[in-house]
């Protein structure tokens, strides 16, 4: 199993950025691709970005493309999501998700990854 403990969250005016950490442990081997989805209030699930961890391709959700950048860092086990010119609309608890495979199949589907953190709120305000 992997442990995964998300941070930098926080609320930022429109236009402001923030820079979320994943950070992993335990059985760290078995990520092969790492997501971050976010989830506002009473919709589902949303495929923000990920990144393999061996090639480090990346992929994004369309309405983020050009304003998040996700990397890594895998001496320290950590996964980013840096958000740039936030909108209203990118408020959501942010979470990161660890699975096997690589991520082109099915990156964006969060059934397709077997651990989750708890998550890290992001606010943006008008």
């Known amino acids: 199993q992997v442990q995964l403990v998300e941070s930098g969250g926080g609320s930022v005016q429109a236009g402001g950025s923030l820079k979320l950490s994943c950070a992993a442990s335990g059985h760290t081997y078995r990520m092969s691709c790492m997501g971050w989805f976010r989830q506002g209030p009473g919709v589902g699930r949303e495929g923000v970005a990920a990144i393999d961890s061996g090639g480090g391709s990346t992929y994004y959700g369309d309405s983020v493309k050009g304003r998040f950048t996700i990397s890594q860092d895998n001496a320290k086990n950590t996964v980013y999501l840096h958000m740039n010119n936030l909108k209203p609309e990118d408020t959501a608890m942010y979470y990161c998700?660890?699975?096997?495979?690589?991520?082109?199949?099915?990156?964006?589907?969060?059934?397709?990854?077997?651990?989750w953190g708890q998550g890290t709120q992001v606010t943006v305000s008008p």
């Open positions: 998700a660890a699975r096997s495979g690589l991520c082109y199949y099915g990156w964006h589907i969060p059934n397709n990854y077997n651990d």
